[in-house]
C-alpha cells in the first residue's frame, strides 16, 4: 500500500510560480513512479507529468512541457510539481498519484487528496 499526502497549491497571478509536494509512506518510495495529474471544473481529470522510482526517467503531457518540472527526493519520499508561466487555464484540482511498472499516464491505483490551484488573471 501507498499513501500520498499532497501540499502546496493555493492562488496566484497569471505568470507565476508555484510547487506542489507529495510526500508518501508505506512501501519503498523509490520502487514506483510518481504521476501528477489535474481536474478543472467539467472537464476529465488530464495526465501531466510522470517520473520513474529512481528519477531516470520522465514523461510530460505537451499542455506542460517546458513550464512543469517532476522531480522527486527519494532520501525524503517527497514529489514534487514545479509550475511556472501559470496561467488562468491552470487553474484546477491537482493530484499526485502513484503506480508500478514502466512509465505510464494512467492506471494509477494510489492517489493523494489533492490540492487546488487558482490562477488569477
Known amino acids: 500500500q501507498v499513501q500520498l499526502v499532497q501540499s502546496g497549491g493555493g492562488l496566484v497571478q497569471a505568470g507565476g510560480s508555484l510547487r506542489l509536494s507529495c510526500v508518501a509512506s508505506?512501501?519503498?518510495?523509490?520502487?514506483?513512479?510518481v504521476g501528477w495529474f489535474r481536474q478543472a471544473p467539467g472537464k476529465e481529470r488530464e495526465f501531466l507529468a510522470t517520473?520513474?522510482?529512481?528519477?531516470?526517467?520522465?514523461d510530460y503531457s505537451d499542455s506542460v512541457k517546458g513550464r512543469f518540472t517532476i522531480s522527486r527526493d527519494n532520501a525524503k519520499r517527497t514529489a514534487y510539481l514545479e509550475m511556472r508561466s501559470l496561467q488562468p487555464e491552470d487553474t484546477a484540482v491537482y493530484y499526485c498519484?502513484?503506480?508500478?511498472?514502466?512509465?505510464?499516464?494512467?492506471?494509477?491505483?494510489?492517489w493523494g487528496q489533492g490540492t487546488q490551484v487558482t490562477v488569477s488573471s
Open positions: 498519484a502513484a503506480a508500478d511498472g514502466p512509465l505510464k499516464r494512467s492506471g494509477y491505483p494510489y
Open positions: 508505506g512501501r519503498t518510495f523509490s520502487d514506483y513512479m
Open positions: 517520473i520513474s522510482g529512481a528519477a531516470y526517467y520522465a
